[in-house]
Antibody, heavy 120, light 112 residues
Framework: QITLKESGPTLVKPTQTLTLTCTFSAFSLSTSGVGVGWIRQPPGKALEWLALIYWDDDKRYSPSLKSRLTITKDTSKNQVVLTMTNMDPVDTATYYC????????????WGQGTLVTVSS | QSALTQPASVSGSPGQSITISCTGTSSDIGGYNYVSWYQQHPGKAPKLMIYDVSNRPSGVSNRFSGSKSGNTASLTISGLQAEDEADYYCSSYTSSSTLEGVFGTGTKVTVL
């Protein structure tokens, strides 16, 4: 059974850089066709797609956040890392990672999410 | 890339059918058969309910069905049950974003 779990700080200060790790099991990012994405959800608001990385290191970013985001993978550790620079209180949200198959346009497995609060 | 438009709320009584709409453009919903729907209970992660407009993943009740007409996709829940009370989000492939995908604004379904 595919599982994913997000980890990282629960509280960051404005202007700091956020680093989140997605640790997954039952699939490998060295397998052709596999991808992992990051999605966030501010409290009481809608989902927002942030970034996506595929097995071949193809990376996609939200156009509105591209300058602040970096997504990387560590195949040996079964992890995907998302960094977001210059954090602001409006970035307070639950951050999810999710599994996707290349060619598919949906996320079929999701992590439980991790709430990140941006406050001084 | 703007979010897809959904009604803020839809309600129905147990046993009834309800339909949630999701409106986009010819660059997303209207141009491709790549609409998906997610169910999200409070404090939980989204769960995939429908993919590629009308396909159900294994384990999803056949009370959930999807369709599309023009730039609008729809999710229908038949035989509404108390456990269906949740938020629902549509999503579509889009050719107007490098991320290739966009979510809807979300709909709160209330079972009366």
């Amino acid at each position: 059974q595919i599982t994913l779990k997000e980890s990282g700080p629960t509280l960051v200060k404005p202007t700091q850089t956020l680093t989140l790790t997605c640790t997954f099991s039952a699939f490998s990012l060295s397998t052709s066709g596999v991808g992992v994405g990051w999605i966030r959800q501010p409290p009481g608001k809608a989902l927002e797609w942030l970034a996506l990385i595929y097995w071949d290191d193809d990376k996609r970013y939200s156009p509105s956040l591209k300058s602040r985001l970096t997504i990387t993978k560590d195949t040996s550790k079964n992890q995907v890392v998302l960094t977001m620079t210059n954090m602001d209180p409006v970035d307070t949200a639950t951050y999810y990672c999710a599994h996707r198959v290349y060619g598919a346009t949906y996320f079929d497995y999701w992590g439980q999410g991790t709430l990140v609060t941006v406050s001084s | 890339q703007s979010a897809l438009t959904q009604p803020a709320s839809v309600s129905g009584s147990p046993g009834q059918s309800i339909t949630i709409s999701c409106t986009g453009t010819s660059s997303d919903i209207g141009g491709y058969n790549y609409v998906s729907w997610y169910q999200q209970h409070p404090g939980k992660a989204p769960k995939l309910m429908i993919y590629d407009v009308s396909n159900r993943p294994s384990g999803v009740s056949n009370r959930f069905s999807g369709s599309k007409s023009g730039n609008t996709a729809s999710l229908t829940i038949s035989g509404l049950q108390a456990e269906d009370e949740a938020d629902y989000y549509c999503s579509s492939y889009t050719s107007s974003s490098t991320l290739e995908g966009v979510f809807g604004t979300g709909t709160k379904v209330t079972v009366l």
